[in-house]
């Protein structure tokens, strides 16, 4: 009989690194505006790779509030990505104030295992209170 592989190693499913998500309503836009200026210094000044760094003022795909967004990739090797995700989830317990924050992989979405639909709803880690996303947006997942 084989033996089933019953965990998966990140580095062979995160394939697109990590988004960083912070959400927000309008009422605190401002404040959101100040803790992603904050959050970009501190990973330009780590010399972080980075891309996506965007602020949605209106929720976008399954947000259901404003939130912005930093997309963390993979540039060199997994160790690296893994190094800095971790001085970032730091940053952000100590930094994101009353904001809640859901930091996800990016997995391969021809992995049965992978995708986006699990990256938001099974593989996401939140700081602060969770938020209820519209997930049937991806349905095709399913």
Request: hydrophobic share 40%; aromatic share 10%.
């Amino acid at each position: 009989m084989t033996k089933q592989r019953l965990t998966h190693l990140p580095k062979d499913l995160i394939d697109q690194g990590f988004d960083i998500h912070l959400v927000f309503n309008e009422a605190q836009a401002s404040e959101a505006r100040q803790v992603f200026d904050a959050f970009i210094e501190f990973v330009e000044e780590r010399e972080i790779p980075y891309q996506r760094g965007m602020i949605f003022e209106k929720p976008v795909g399954p947000w259901p509030t404003p939130m912005w967004q930093v997309l963390l990739r993979p540039e060199s090797s997994f160790a690296q990505l893994e190094s800095h995700i971790g001085a970032c989830l730091g940053w952000m317990m100590i930094n994101r104030g009353s904001f809640s924050v859901m930091i996800h992989p990016n997995t391969d979405e021809s992995s049965e295992s992978g995708g986006a639909l699990r990256d938001h709803r099974d593989y996401c880690l939140w700081l602060g209170t969770p938020q209820n996303l519209k997930l049937s947006i991806f349905n095709r997942e399913m």
